[in-house]
């Protein structure tokens, strides 16, 4: 009696972890995109290089955007202020070095850090020799 | 709605070689403004602004008018430079009292900017690069340099030479314009005609480096003779400058042109002008090119330029090598060699004598060229007597000949399209290495 009545409880939350489980997997997750550095390639490019690296950046968004995986994305200027501590203490920044510098991001729909890596992989900016940061944008868990 | 929300539209729709036009536009305005001695900034803040331009547009959003917004920043950077600099000593002579008033700096430098003044400033960068001091191989580096946009590492490729030897050649050209108080300026340093004389000259070597040069990569011949036409096009723009032989040249690099997709197969090879497909020249430019030539005949004298296109005219209105009219090229090429003695000349005049009176009248003007022993290291001077041999049946010495020719390539792409001639004799007749 008790024993059926467990095995009821037992499969009902097997279903519950089933589908949480599988909600994982096919649930897309938000990544972010921090694009660094590739700046001593790129200011030795000619005009023409420089435009047709470009027109690769274009086509691999467009990709990433005809796959549904795109969420948006800007460049960042070089320029800024930083605030810093209690104290609030204004200062000119970006202090990174300047082969580090953030230059810009984009949010990816990825199903897993794998797979955001994997699209990662195919971005221009390695071309120049830059450095591409991915980091899982934390949900909200309801 | 934000940009980022905004899904992007890819950034395929620029304009083809955008970056390298507006590089060579905004370089000559900065030399215009600031000064040539400041040309290493003009060309660091230009590549800034491209820069930056790669920067803001990768995101594969580009602006509404991606010129525009070049134009505006390199303005703005001009507008900055002129204010923090305030050496104007080194600026323009004749904008510096504008410059030196906050009052008139703005507006001086938006007229900079507009079109006709871009034009004008390019032209006359273009002038001020044909410095006949120095060699017209520096002339068309520097020129490809600051005016096209092209890297040393490029114009190394395109003339298939080292880059060290492309960066003497910039050093010469530099140290000559930096010289410059200010760019030439036709109607005060231009009495004689001598200079776009010199302009005509490094536009024609850009093209013939891309029309007949030793570069097999179809695209980097498209490009130099797209450079040059589009240099040439702009002198026709103007008044002063749009005489008969700038018009002449404008229509040879058209009817030349127009055959380029011709003369090359899809596997890169070179096509002689029997081989070719007519169907894949380019009858636009064929239409374009007569007309500049027609426009051209305006002039007392016939120039190299007005002869060199009327024979490329001939050859692209003929429906074939058997339709085309020899015996005027023949004429032509007699009038060329008074003007323009050179052995090549006579090679062609010969091959042109073997197709409007035969072979055997072709092989003796081949064996009477004045100076032939010149000839002696030029593949196509053999080539042309195999062709001479061939039509009149001795394939044993055609083959010699070509055997010859095959030994002389001096690169390969000539190489494989001397062996294949070899390796088809008994084929059609091959006349012109044109």
Same mark, same amino acid.
């Given at each position: 009696?008790?024993?059926?009545?467990?095995?009821?409880?037992?499969?009902?939350?097997?279903?519950?972890?089933?589908?949480?489980?599988?909600?994982?997997?096919?649930? %897309?997750?938000?990544?972010?995109?921090?694009?660094?550095?590739?700046?001593?390639?790129?200011?030795?490019?000619?005009?023409?290089? +420089?435009?047709?690296?470009?027109?690769?950046?274009?086509?691999?968004?467009?990709?990433?955007?005809?796959?549904?995986?795109?969420?948006?994305?800007?460049?960042?200027?070089?320029?800024?202020?930083?605030?810093?501590?209690?104290?609030?203490?204004?200062?000119?920044?970006?202090?990174?070095?300047?082969?580090?510098?953030?230059?810009?991001?984009?949010?990816?729909?990825?199903?897993?850090?794998?797979?955001?890596?994997?699209?990662?992989?195919?971005?221009?900016?390695?071309?120049?020799?830059?450095?591409?940061?991915?980091?899982?944008?934390?949900?909200?868990?309801? | +709605?934000?940009?980022?929300?905004?899904?992007?539209?890819?950034?395929?729709?620029?304009?083809?070689?955008?970056?390298?036009?507006?590089?060579?536009? +905004?370089?000559?305005?900065?030399?215009?403004?600031?000064?040539?001695?400041?040309?290493?900034?003009?060309?660091?803040?230009?590549?800034?602004?491209?820069?930056?331009?790669?920067?803001?547009?990768?995101?594969?959003?580009?602006?509404?008018?991606?010129?525009?917004?070049?134009?505006?920043?390199?303005?703005?950077?001009?507008?900055?430079?002129?204010?923090?600099?305030?050496?104007?000593?080194?600026?323009?002579?004749?904008?510096?009292?504008?410059?030196? *008033?906050?009052?008139?700096?703005?507006?001086?430098?938006?007229?900079?900017?507009?079109?006709?003044?871009?034009?004008?400033?390019?032209?006359? %960068?273009?002038?001020?690069?044909?410095?006949?001091?120095?060699?017209?191989?520096?002339?068309?580096?520097?020129?490809?340099?600051?005016?096209?946009?092209?890297?040393?590492?490029?114009?190394?490729?395109?003339?298939?030479?080292?880059?060290?030897?492309?960066?003497?050649?910039?050093?010469?050209?530099?140290?000559?314009?930096?010289?410059?108080?200010?760019?030439?300026?036709?109607?005060?340093?231009?009495?004689?005609?001598?200079?776009?004389?010199?302009?005509?000259?490094?536009?024609?070597?850009?093209?013939?480096?891309?029309?007949?040069?030793?570069?097999?990569?179809?695209?980097?011949?498209?490009?130099?003779?797209?450079?040059?036409?589009?240099?040439?096009?702009?002198?026709?723009?103007?008044?002063?400058?749009?005489?008969?032989?700038?018009?002449?040249?404008?229509?040879? %690099?058209?009817?030349?042109?127009?055959?380029?997709?011709?003369?090359?197969?899809?596997?890169?090879?070179?096509?002689?002008?029997?081989?070719?497909?007519?169907?894949?020249?380019?009858?636009?430019?064929?239409?374009?090119?007569?007309?500049?030539?027609?426009? *051209?005949?305006?002039?007392?004298?016939?120039?190299?330029?007005?002869?060199?296109?009327?024979?490329?005219?001939?050859?692209?209105?003929?429906?074939?090598?058997?339709?085309?009219?020899?015996?005027?090229?023949?004429?032509?090429?007699?009038?060329?060699?008074?003007?323009?003695?050179?052995?090549?000349?006579?090679?062609?005049?010969?091959?042109?004598?073997?197709?409007?009176?035969?072979?055997?009248?072709?092989?003796?003007?081949?064996?009477?060229?004045?100076?032939?022993?010149?000839?002696?290291?030029?593949?196509?001077?053999?080539?042309?007597?195999?062709?001479?041999?061939?039509?009149?049946?001795?394939?044993?010495?055609?083959?010699?000949?070509?055997?010859?020719?095959?030994?002389?390539?001096?690169?390969?792409?000539?190489?494989?399209?001397?062996?294949?001639?070899?390796?088809?004799?008994?084929?059609?007749?091959?006349?012109? %290495?044109?």
């Amino acid at each position: 009696m008790s024993g059926s009545a467990a095995a009821v409880r037992y499969s009902a939350e097997a279903r519950v972890v089933r589908a949480r489980a599988e909600r994982k997997d096919t649930q %897309m997750q938000k990544y972010m995109y921090l694009f660094r550095g590739g700046d001593a390639a790129r200011a030795a490019s000619s005009p023409e290089e +420089m435009q047709k690296h470009l027109t690769k950046w274009g086509a691999w968004f467009k990709g990433l955007a005809d796959k549904g995986q795109f969420a948006g994305g800007e460049p960042l200027d070089f320029t800024g202020k930083v605030l810093r501590g209690s104290k609030k203490a204004l200062s000119d920044g970006p202090f990174a070095e300047a082969k580090d510098l953030v230059g810009g991001y984009a949010i990816v729909n990825a199903s897993s850090m794998d797979d955001a890596v994997e699209i990662a992989r195919g971005c221009p900016i390695f071309e120049h020799d830059g450095i591409l940061e991915v980091r899982p944008v934390r949900e909200m868990q309801l | +709605m934000t940009a980022a929300n905004v899904a992007p539209d890819a950034a395929q729709g620029l304009v083809d070689h955008l970056f390298r036009h507006q590089a060579g536009k +905004m370089v000559a305005v900065l030399v215009r403004i600031l000064g040539p001695g400041n040309l290493d900034l003009a060309e660091d803040v230009v590549q800034d602004i491209l820069c930056r331009a790669l920067e803001t547009w990768k995101y594969g959003r580009l602006p509404p008018n991606p010129e525009a917004w070049l134009t505006q920043v390199a303005k703005n950077h001009a507008i900055d430079l002129v204010r923090r600099r305030a050496r104007f000593s080194e600026l323009a002579p004749d904008l510096a009292r504008h410059l030196a *008033s906050e009052w008139t700096l703005v507006p001086a430098i938006e007229a900079s900017f507009d079109e006709p003044a871009v034009r004008d400033g390019v032209l006359r %960068m273009a002038f001020s690069c044909c410095d006949p001091a120095i060699g017209t191989d520096s002339q068309v580096a520097i020129i490809l340099k600051y005016l096209c946009g092209f890297s040393v590492r490029e114009i190394a490729q395109a003339f298939l030479t080292t880059e060290d030897t492309v960066e003497k050649r910039l050093t010469r050209g530099r140290t000559a314009l930096k010289a410059r108080r200010d760019l030439f300026d036709f109607e005060r340093d231009e009495s004689d005609g001598l200079r776009l004389a010199s302009v005509l000259q490094a536009i024609y070597l850009l093209f013939n480096e891309g029309y007949h040069g030793a570069n097999d990569t179809v695209v980097v011949r498209q490009e130099l003779c797209q450079e040059a036409l589009r240099l040439g096009l702009l002198l026709t723009q103007h008044v002063a400058l749009a005489t008969p032989d700038s018009k002449a040249l404008v229509a040879l %690099m058209c009817l030349h042109g127009a055959r380029l997709p011709g003369r090359i197969d899809d596997a890169q090879s070179l096509v002689t002008l029997a081989q070719q497909d007519r169907s894949r020249w380019d009858r636009v430019l064929i239409a374009q090119g007569l007309g500049w030539l027609a426009e *051209s005949s305006s002039g007392a004298a016939a120039s190299a330029y007005h002869l060199e296109a009327a024979i490329a005219g001939h050859h692209a209105v003929a429906r074939s090598l058997d339709e085309t009219d020899w015996r005027a090229i023949r004429g032509l090429y007699d009038a060329l060699y008074r003007i323009k003695p050179s052995v090549v000349v006579a090679l062609n005049r010969a091959i042109a004598i073997g197709m409007a009176e035969g072979p055997r009248a072709g092989l003796d003007a081949l064996e009477s060229i004045p100076g032939r022993e010149q000839l002696d290291a030029y593949p196509f001077y053999a080539a042309a007597m195999a062709d001479a041999h061939l039509r009149l049946g001795a394939v044993e010495a055609a083959r010699g000949q070509l055997a010859i020719a095959v030994a002389l390539a001096r690169n390969p792409t000539e190489r494989a399209l001397l062996e294949r001639k070899l390796n088809h004799v008994g084929g059609e007749s091959w006349p012109s %290495m044109s």
